[in-house]
């Protein structure tokens, strides 16, 4: 599993839907992330942003999360 870290913490990964066999992106600390596109689910502390295969990724929506997420650990909402 694709996994990236941001100063030597674990930031999101890459990884594929057991059920679907789609991939997704998973953000670590979701729960502090607000956007449209990131689904809950079940978890507490995660959240994901599912990509479509067939389509173009939509690299707009995903520098906007990267963006959040980095964000959050440089103001130190999040400690590194």
């Known amino acids: ?3 990236f870290c941001y100063k030597g913490r674990v930031f999101c990964y890459l ?7 789609e991939p997704y992106m998973l953000m670590v600390e ?4 607000s956007h449209p596109k990131l ?11 599912r990509v479509t ?3 173009d990724l939509p690299i ?10 980095l964000a ?3 103001s130190g909402v999040i400690s590194t």
């Open 30 to 33: 979701g729960k502090y992330l």
């Open 53 to 55: 295969p067939d389509k």
């Open 60 to 69: 707009s929506i995903i520098i906007d999360i990267l963006n959040q997420a």
């Open 1 to 3: 599993m694709p996994c």
């Open 15 to 21: 990884w594929t839907d057991k059920k679907t066999k």
């Open 72 to 74: 959050l650990y440089k």
């Open 39 to 49: 689904e809950k689910g079940s978890r507490s502390r995660m959240k994901i942003f």
